[in-house]
């Protein structure tokens, strides 16, 4: 394994007091390691990769980024500080941006902005889409700018939370073709959550899964 | 202070300043009773509640009445007409009862204009009169009842919508007529809907100023009015101000229960909506004129009236102190309106970027001012001012009593619940996953209510200043009350016309607010058309 990019000792997580959603989760990230998490629905899969974000606080344990604490009962570092990418399901683009301008979002103070998305838009072939809005593209299409937009500000790693559950197959092998490419080609590490074992297989080279809240 | 801090701290900061003119009138029934008190509890008192009373019984059987009879006329029949009253229905909540007011006493009183043109039809002698002398209780009456309807109208349609097709068959087939199924089946089914909207109905009664004055009606709203300026007696004006306060705040309560307790409707997931009845002849009269009714008196009869004495005096309403008095309720109106967006477009990020129950408790507070009578929030922003002049800004020479400072806050106070409303559904509709895209590219708090919020709520922010300025637009008893010296809006100067019988003059400023209170209805008719079965 390379060096430790991400470290969860012990993660215990509930939104109410009689169920726990994550219990007791140890994992650990290399820099280049490709991982998925496997489960079915509610399992505990999405908050995790929240808790790993920032965009939830722990009950127990802890998480390190760069063997730097971000997270445990106490302290939180905010999500925006922990330079970690996510593409959720709904690819959450903002829809009054056109697609360079949500490209550009995270690297507004960058001066190499303009550069910076231009090679992403390359990258993912959306070159011609540039200054579309995300409701003048299709699904497939947005779910790329969305990938495009997480990449830009140069993550410690990546996080995708079911990106293609909502296209359909043939759009999916599409997409699993080219940004496994993208992948491939990029140094950050990637966190996959799927319900999908296929897409688990293609995508990633380290699986495991989830029932309950708990690694198995 | 941190940022976190600032945005928690927000909205309990302005929940301070939105209640302290409240307790300072609350806490004066804990103060010294004066002779004026035991005047008024020996003399008058009882003629205030009792008048309250009637008043708002017989508004709560007229508006029942009104309001269910055409929203049910209207969901579930087909006649002519129909697509437009089914809108057209709420155009009265656009004439403030005192404007009502004015205008049917021109029409009825024993020389008004509708008695004049009955004698000159008939042939009668000049000391006939056709139409009753309207400016008693029952008048009042039969005004707050035409211009607050729409209230139940609206609740009531919005019900009978969501009523299932097949329940109503069913009752049909087990022997109900039309009639049964309306008062045995719809109308219970729909009570609790239909008691919100009447509690909105009796809280507006109880804080009107303009109507009861010009009828000479003695309430409590002019009773306050007159033991403030007449025994320049504010401590006692506090003490009747807070009993009506403590009225108020009972129906404040039973409205928030009555939403939280919702309404029957269907759970089918075979839900059907109501089909509607094709009706021709003395029938489709029936309904049609069930529809127009309340329409012309509401809405087209003070119309029409104030047209006519806008044309008698020619152009001449549109001299120095029209021009002045439009520019100053425009401007205030639009410093309220963009005050309120700014401050419900800072809370409702506050909760949506820190969510806490209490915060949300707390804020939800925040809509109080909506149903505390304009005279009240007057009476207590004077005091508050006397003290933040004696406490604070004494050694700085500066005096704010009597300052647009202390109209536009009790203006804030009274019409944020507006801005919120439309602030806050425009918040649902973003979705949260935006505000974790947002952090997690490094965006948040200020930049992100900037970048992403703002304008993505663009359209929410325009539509809260617009009702928060129709709604400014027509107040007047807190205007007349906060006002500087000479200061005038439309709405007082359409009072002070009125109360010196001089309706030619009244017509302008008058006419001015109700297009200006159009706006609101226009929003409401859009809704009201995006809201039929069919859609």
Known sequence: MSNLILEIKNLCHSYSEHALSIENINLEIGSRDRVSILGPSGCGKSTLLRLIAGLEKPDQGEIKINDIKVSDNKNLIPPEKRNIGLVVQEKALFPHLSVFENIC???????????????????????????????????????????????????????????????????????????????????????????????????????????????? | MNRLTF??????????????????????????????????????????????????????????????????????????????FEWALILPLSIPPYILAYTFTGLFDHYGD??????????????????????????????????????????????????SRSMKESARMLGLNQFQVFYKLAL???????????????????????????????????????????????????????????????????ERSTRSSGIYTSNNSTFSPSKEDSLVGYKALTAFLICFIPIFIGFILPIIELILWAYEVNLEFFNQKFISSSINTLSLSLVTGMICAGLALLIN???????????????????????????????????????????????????????????????????????????????????????????????????????????????????????????VVKELPATLILRPFNFETLAVSTYIYASEERML??????????????????FLSKMIRSSRPAH
Not at chain 2, 121 to 134: C, E, G, K, M, Y
Not at chain 2, 246 to 254: D, E, H, N, Q, W
Not at chain 2, 505 to 522: K, S, Y
């Open chain 2, 114 to 163: 509708a008695n004049n043109l009955a004698r000159l039809l008939l042939n009668l002698q000049n000391s006939t009169a056709i139409f009753p002398n309207v400016r008693n209780i029952y008048g009042a009456i039969i005004v707050f009842s035409f211009t607050l309807y729409p209230y139940v109208y609206l609740v009531s349609r919005s019900a009978f919508i969501n009523q």
């Open chain 2, 188 to 254: 219970p089914l729909i009570r609790p809907a239909v008691i919100g909207g009447l509690m909105l109905v009796i809280m507006e009664t109880l804080s009107d100023f303009g109507a009861v004055d010009h009828f000479a009606i003695q309430t409590f709203t002019t009773g306050i009015f007159r033991t403030w300026y007449g025994l320049y007696d504010i401590q006692t004006a506090m003490q009747l101000a807070s009993l009506l306060l403590l009225t108020v705040g009972v129906f404040y309560i039973a």
């Open chain 1, 105 to 216: 979002f995270g690297i507004k103070k960058n001066k190499d902005k303009d550069l910076i998305a231009s090679e992403l838009l390359n990258l993912l072939k959306i070159d011609s889409l540039k200054n579309k809005y995300p409701h003048e593209i299709s699904g497939g299409e947005q779910q790329r700018v969305a990938l495009a937009r997480s990449l830009a500000p140069k993550p410690n790693f990546l996080m995708l939370d079911e990106p293609f559950s909502a296209l359909d197959e043939d759009l999916k092998e599409t997409l699993y073709k080219d940004i496994s490419q993208v992948f491939s080609d990029m140094s950050s590490a990637i966190l996959l959550v799927t319900h999908d074992r296929n897409e688990a297989e293609i995508m990633t080279n380290k699986q495991i899964r989830m029932e309950e809240g708990k690694f198995i």
């Open chain 2, 505 to 522: 003059q009244a017509a302008a400023p008058a006419i001015a607010i109700v297009l200006i209170g159009l706006i609101p209805i226009v």
């Open chain 2, 349 to 471: 990020f506050s909760i949506r970027y820190k969510p806490s129950a209490l915060v949300q408790r707390f804020s939800s507070l925040l809509s109080i001012g909506y149903a505390v009578p304009g005279l009240i929030l007057a009476v207590g922003m004077v005091q508050l001012l006397v003290y933040v002049d004696a406490l604070v800004l004494s050694g700085l020479d500066i005096v704010i009593t009597g300052s647009l400072i202390g109209l536009v806050l009790a203006y804030v106070i009274k019409t944020y619940a507006l801005a919120n409303s439309s602030i806050e559904s425009g918040y649902e509709r973003i979705s949260s996953s935006l505000d974790d895209s947002s952090k997690l590219l490094g965006s948040s708090g200020w930049s992100m209510l900037s970048s992403i919020h703002v304008p993505l709520l663009k359209t929410s922010i325009l539509t809260s200043v617009l009702l928060v300025m129709s709604d």
């Open chain 2, 7 to 84: 945005w928690r701290l927000l909205p309990f900061a302005v929940l301070v300043v939105f209640t302290a003119p409240l307790l300072i009138v609350l806490s004066s029934l804990f103060g010294d009773y004066s002779e004026n008190w035991s005047h008024l509890f020996q003399f008058v008192l009882f003629d205030y509640v009792s008048s309250s009373f009637i008043l708002v019984i017989g508004v709560s059987i007229l508006v029942l009445i009104l309001g269910t009879v055409t929203a049910w006329t209207v969901t579930s029949y087909n006649f002519v007409g129909k697509n437009i």
